[in-house]
T-cell receptor, first 114, second 111 residues
């Protein structure tokens, strides 16, 4: 199993440009998440999905949109990139059972907005 | 919402045990305690979780205080590869909410 994969690994955007980050998981997990991590900080939740066709806002959703058209994929879109969105983006997926929450993370996408 | 408190950093020598503390005095009686770690330039990875009794797996042990207000992650023989940021994670707000990562404990391993 590949686990959680993210595409691309690195990207440089100019202010105002748009892009889509792709997350894919092969573990048949219902739940998927997008986080961002700024230097020296912990991760912050952007959006999440509890199943195909459903999405919800996390702690820092402004400036991002997401879609979950297929169970195995979760897309994160930036419609008009801003320098404040320079960060490392992590995708995760998980099962849910009995109050335990083991999330599996991808390797991250390093995004720089100039 | 429950919160956790960890030291900013800790240092240990290779091949020695490491005890990473976490205070979670506001945790409820049915909430699991979870630990994750993040190696340099990688995504976080799950380490261990527990409810009331001590737990062991191939990566670490988790010792939970009897009053559940604190726990200790134990690495029995630290290696250089264990140098990472270790996060004690409070339970999510509910359902499938995402995890709340604080700044964690930066573990430095000296050869």
């Amino acid at each position: 199993n590949a686990g959680v994969t993210q595409t691309p690994k690195f990207r440089v955007l100019k202010t105002g440009q748009s892009m889509t980050l792709l997350c894919a998981q092969d573990m048949n997990h219902e739940y998927m998440y997008w986080y961002r991590q700024d230097p020296g900080m912990g991760l912050r939740l952007i959006h999440y999905s509890v199943g195909e066709g459903t999405t919800a806002k996390g702690e820092v959703p402004d400036g991002y949109n997401v879609s979950r058209l297929k169970k195995q994929n979760f897309l994160l879109g930036l419609e008009s990139a801003a320098p404040s969105q320079t960060s490392v983006y992590f995708c995760a997926s998980s099962y849910w059972g009995q109050g335990a929450y083991e999330q599996y993370f991808g390797p991250g996408t390093r995004l720089t907005v100039t | 919402d429950a919160k956790t408190t960890q030291p900013n950093s800790m240092e240990s020598n290779e091949e020695e045990p490491v005890h990473l503390p976490c205070n979670h005095s506001t945790i409820s009686g049915t909430d699991y305690i979870h630990w994750y770690r993040q190696l340099p330039s990688q995504g976080p990875e799950y380490v261990i979780h527990g409810l009331t009794s001590n737990v062991n797996n191939r990566m670490a042990s988790l010792a939970i205080a009897e009053d559940r207000k604190s726990s200790t992650l134990i690495l029995h023989r630290a290696t250089l590869r264990d140098a990472a940021v270790y996060y004690c994670i409070p339970p999510p707000g509910g359902g499938a909410d995402g995890l709340t990562f604080g700044k964690g404990t930066h573990l430095i391993i000296q050869p």
